[in-house]
């Protein structure tokens, strides 16, 4: 076996077996030395990667990356009850606690990165964002780069909530849970408000 693909092998073998880790533990609780109890030589992970950073920011990737493909290969067109349906379809995989996780309660020191990483997430939500609200009329006054710039500073806002809500409870999978409940209404109060205008 050639030496680059023997390379590849390995870092292919490290990089399951973290996303196994950080998907069952997060990114406190979870070590090299964990990682390290599939079978995987310690040595081999520091020659491979140069820390536990690094493994978490590869896997917040490929959550990412994960994510996005299911979108692309099944919503058709974009339509917000299609969309939630993908996401919480997506939420079922064992690499969707790191995706969370991220977008939540990111570790603090790698905010910066993980924003980085996660940028084709943001990217796609804002292409979602806008072809919503591309059907429907907006209010005289606003713009369409107004609306999206006020729909995800809401969103971002309410993702900010819930991880200071991280903070006062470890369970993540119930703040998960809660979270993706609760998004299509926020969305959905966006778009039409609460209350019903007087003619």
């Not at 996303?19 to 609780?29: C, D, L």
């Not at 349906?85 to 603090?108: D, G, H, M, Q, T």
């Not at 964002?129 to 005289?140: A, D, G, M």
């Not at 991880?163 to 959905?188: A, Q």
Request: proline fraction near 3%.
């Amino acid at each position: 076996m050639k030496r680059e693909l023997k390379t590849e092998l390995t870092k292919q073998k490290i990089i399951n077996a973290a996303i196994r880790e950080f998907s069952r533990s997060g990114y406190e609780k979870s070590s090299i030395n964990e990682i390290c109890k599939s079978g995987i030589n310690k040595g081999l992970i520091y020659h491979n990667f140069k820390n536990k950073d690094e493994l978490y920011l590869i896997c917040v990737k490929i959550s990412c990356d994960g994510f996005l493909d299911l979108m692309d290969q099944k919503m058709e067109k974009v339509d917000m009850n299609r969309y939630f349906e993908l996401r919480e379809e997506y939420s079922c995989r064992e690499e969707s606690r790191i995706f969370f996780e991220a977008l939540l309660n990111p570790p603090v020191h790698l905010e910066q990165e993980i924003r980085t990483v996660l940028k084709p997430f943001y990217e796609h939500r804002e292409k979602v964002i806008k072809e919503v609200l591309s059907s429907f009329p907006l209010r005289e006054g606003w713009t369409m780069e107004e609306a999206c710039r006020y729909f995800a500073l809401i969103i971002d806002g309410y993702n900010e909530f819930f991880s200071r809500k991280r903070m006062n409870n470890p369970e993540l999978t119930s703040i998960v849970e809660k979270h993706e409940n609760d998004v299509p209404k926020l969305i959905d109060l966006l778009l039409y408000g609460v209350v019903k205008r007087l003619q």
